[in-house]
Nanobody
Framework: VQLQASGGGLVQAGGSLRLSCVAS????????MGWFRQAPGKEREFVAA???????NTADSVKGRFTISRDNAWNTVYLQMNSLTPEDTGVYYC???????????????WGQGTLVTVSS
């Protein structure tokens, strides 16, 4: 499976971004897709995951602000990020795994990451 993430950039606090991740190489619909992020000097952390069409989980730190969704017809998963704060700054990675999990070690395939920078 190859994953290509895009949509990162520089945004002011309170703004929005939508990240996309396109998967290729395997059957997409049966996999769990996740988003993780890593801030400078910090460990990678779970952001959101989705299985099938609408079974989702979102980290408490972003709940109510971030929404994960997927379009199986286009093998794409999205992360809509609203009300961004400087604490959301980091490299965002999409990942793909056979099992449902919020743990990064349970995901077999990873994209290259896309940088999100939120200015105050």
């Amino acid at each position: 499976v190859q994953l290509q993430a895009s949509g990162g950039g520089l945004v002011q606090a309170g703004g929005s971004l939508r990240l996309s991740c396109v998967a290729s190489g395997r059957t997409f619909v049966s996999y769990t897709m996740g988003w993780f992020r890593q801030a400078p000097g910090k460990e990678r952390e779970f952001v959101a995951a989705i299985r099938r069409k609408d079974f989702t989980n979102t980290a408490d730190s972003v709940k109510g602000r971030f929404t994960i969704s997927r379009d199986n017809a286009w093998n794409t998963v999205y992360l809509q990020m609203n009300s961004l704060t400087p604490e959301d700054t980091g490299v965002y990675y999409c990942a793909c795994g056979a099992n449902w999990s919020t743990r990064s070690t349970r995901y077999e395939y990873w994209g290259q990451g896309t940088l999100v920078t939120v200015s105050s």
